[in-house]
């Protein structure tokens, strides 16, 4: 039964859908992408090849699912979606090196890590992060929408916010990860380890900074503890430089600086 109030509702629903940007559901886009994962890392795969010709059907019929993808993305209009589906898969090579970097540092920076199939397998630092990397790559090809809904996915999963275009370079290690955010203009280097609750963000989230440097730059071979906040597009951290818990910063730090947060505990007993 429609209510007579409704339908000035109605219309106005109605009239928003005459605007969408199509685009498959978030299901079917996650879906592709775990499928591009369980390919490139058995260890997560439903099914083991029985052969080279098999691993090359999947592999072309995974290039055909994002093509369709892509085609029925209203945003992808005349975006020649074959030639970017080819561009994708020809740099799979260098997305699969760039994993596996990312596997290693897990597994060298880890005391807890007993193997690659535990990491590859279990680690939410690696699932949001190969998330990231297919992400960033779709991106880099200015394919709209999938990316975000890629992190986006990752990050309902995992607990850790990645923004697609975001960059960070080889051995990125995310440990434990719940609530680590990385923001858009995010610049990290090599060899970069982060803990559980860490937040690279922007000073200012008015919208006039669209397109600006809003997040921080972090140099090579850092470690960014628990709870730390860095923020700003001018707030560079140098290399070899050790962030400690729950810190707060708005400014650079040079190369092999450690920075720490002090505080003070108060026990008050009571009778």
């Given at each position: 039964m429609a209510y007579q109030n409704n339908t000035l509702l109605f219309q106005k629903i109605f009239d928003r859908q005459k605007h969408l940007q199509l685009v498959p559901s978030n299901s079917k886009v996650s879906a592709w992408a775990k499928k591009l994962v369980g390919f490139l890392f058995p260890e997560q795969a439903l099914k083991l090849f029985t052969s080279l010709a098999d691993m090359q059907l999947q592999f072309d019929a995974l290039a055909s699912e994002l093509t369709e993808i892509l085609n029925a993305t209203t945003a992808c209009n005349n975006c020649n979606n074959e030639g970017k589906t080819k561009q994708f898969f020809?740099?799979?090579?260098?997305?699969?090196?760039?994993?596996n970097t990312d596997i290693d540092a897990l597994l060298d920076g880890d005391p807890a890590a007993i193997s690659e199939f535990e990491v590859i397998r279990t680690y939410p630092g690696f699932y949001a992060v190969s998330f990231y990397r297919i992400a960033h790559a779709l991106l880099k090809l200015d394919i709209p929408?999938?990316?975000r809904i890629l992190t986006e996915y990752a990050h309902t999963v995992t607990g850790i916010d990645i923004h697609p275009a975001a960059q960070i370079g080889e051995y990125l290690h995310i440990d434990h990860g719940t609530g680590v955010v990385i923001g858009e203009t995010v610049q990290i280097g090599h060899h970069v380890k982060i803990y559980q609750g860490v937040t690279l963000g922007a000073l200012s989230v008015e919208k006039q900074m669209a397109g600006l440097k809003r997040h921080p730059t972090v140099g090579n071979y850092v470690v960014i503890y628990s709870g730390a906040t860095i923020l700003g597009g001018q707030t560079i951290i140098g290399n070899h430089c050790v962030i400690g818990g729950n810190v707060w910063l708005t400014h650079s730090v040079a190369d092999y600086a450690k920075v720490y947060h002090e505080s003070g505990t108060k026990i008050i007993e009571t009778k």
């Open positions: 020809d740099n799979l090579p260098t997305l699969y090196a760039l994993l929408l999938l990316p």
